[in-house]
């Protein structure tokens, strides 16, 4: 697999220099990607702007990462400005997957889900004993 990596101490970029996300790349992505992981990267993204096509395993490792990076408060984000190839993206039904065009985009992205968990393990303030004998129906 041709790529590049950069590591940043938010993300790891890895810019795929593949025409095809098929075959044994898939394969070599996903060791890749698990090492990252043991590294202590949860959120990717991945420059795809050379890719054109993916087959089935390619689909699966996509769904796969994806998962991890979700199960782990993560984001993976994919770059594309191709509209054909996003749509094969869009049609593989990967569930949250963020298909965005430029890296600004991307490391945008990866921040403000970085904000949400934050604010999502927050406190919310909300405590049931607040709403006792609070009756959300109208008497008329």
Same mark, same amino acid.
């Given at each position: 697999?041709?790529? *590049?990596?950069?590591?940043?101490?938010?993300?790891?970029?890895?810019?795929?220099?593949?025409?095809?996300?098929?075959?044994?790349?898939?394969? &070599?992505?996903?060791?890749?990607?698990? *090492?990252?992981?043991?590294? #202590?990267?949860?959120?990717?993204?991945?420059?795809?702007?050379? &890719?054109?096509?993916?087959?089935?395993? #390619?689909?699966?490792?996509?769904? *796969?990462?994806?998962?991890?990076?979700?199960?782990?408060?993560?984001?993976? %984000? %994919?770059?594309?400005?191709?509209?054909?190839?996003? $749509?094969?993206?869009? $049609?593989?039904?990967?569930?949250?997957?963020?298909?965005?065009? &430029?890296?600004?985009?991307?490391?945008?992205?990866?921040?403000?889900? $970085?904000?949400?968990?934050?604010? #999502?393990?927050?406190?919310?303030?909300? !405590?049931?004993?607040?709403? !006792?004998?609070?009756?959300? &129906? *109208?008497?008329?």
């Amino acid at each position: 697999m041709n790529y *590049k990596l950069e590591r940043s101490e938010k993300y790891a970029l890895i810019d795929l220099k593949e025409v095809a996300f098929a075959e044994e790349v898939p394969t &070599t992505f996903e060791e890749l990607v698990r *090492k990252l992981f043991r590294e #202590g990267y949860h959120n990717l993204i991945v420059a795809m702007n050379e &890719t054109k096509t993916l087959d089935s395993n #390619g689909v699966i490792v996509l769904r *796969k990462v994806n998962r991890l990076c979700i199960n782990d408060l993560g984001i993976l %984000v %994919v770059i594309t400005k191709d509209e054909d190839f996003e $749509d094969l993206l869009a $049609d593989s039904k990967i569930p949250d997957l963020t298909i965005l065009p &430029t890296l600004e985009e991307a490391v945008d992205a990866v921040f403000m889900n $970085d904000l949400e968990n934050e604010f #999502g393990a927050g406190d919310d303030d909300y !405590d049931d004993e607040d709403y !006792d004998g609070v009756s959300e &129906t *109208k008497d008329v």
